[in-house]
């Protein structure tokens, strides 16, 4: 039994002598895989794992495209909506004024105008114009004149926006 093991420990030296003269198996690359050198370690992992390392930066880099153009068309949203709620103010105001122009005019209550006071022609007058401007809103005339003739700037603007908010509406 003795030399049994006598001449185990001899061919294992042996051994061991001939992977030190090759430059395998020290102790520093015993674990790593046989065909692999210390260098390898990053190599190794970049050829198998490199269409992953790919695909994640191309899903990352569209992931930011993607966010930033919502972002840009959102905030094109707010400023459409912004100039949305800016024309109606000012479509309000000038069909205001235009209206009641008119209602003086058929009322002769303009200074130079002189005539009788025509008070279905002041309603028509105001009527078409709310018409010209809501259609212009987007919304439904009815309800928008107030009791003077002129149009109901508040009611315009709650009208709008939420047509805005829930789409544009078919106008004949």
């Given at each position: 039994m003795a030399s049994r093991l006598r001449r185990f420990r001899t061919w294992l030296k042996a051994r061991w002598?001939?992977?030190r003269e090759q430059g395998a198996a020290t102790a520093a690359t015993r674990h790593r895989h046989p065909g692999r050198r210390r260098g390898d370690s990053l190599r190794g992992w970049v050829s198998?794992?490199?269409?992953?390392?790919v695909v994640s930066i191309a899903f990352f880099y569209l992931l930011l495209v993607v966010t930033s153009q919502v972002d840009e068309n959102r905030s094109r949203l707010d400023r459409q909506a912004e100039g949305?709620?800016?024309a109606v103010d000012v479509l309000c105001g000038?069909?205001?004024g235009v209206a009641k122009a008119g209602s003086l005019t058929f009322?002769?209550?303009?200074p130079g105008i002189r005539g009788k006071p025509n008070p279905t022609a002041q309603k028509a007058y105001a009527d078409v114009i709310v018409a010209s401007v809501a259609n212009e809103a987007g919304v439904?005339?009815?309800?928008?004149?107030l009791s003077d003739g002129s149009i109901d700037c508040d009611e315009l603007s709650r009208r709008a926006n939420a047509a805005a908010?829930?789409?544009p509406r078919d106008t004949p």
């Open positions: 002598a001939k992977a198998e794992h490199w269409k992953t390392v949305r709620r800016i000038l069909g205001s009322s002769g209550e303009l439904e005339a009815r309800g928008l004149v908010r829930n789409g």
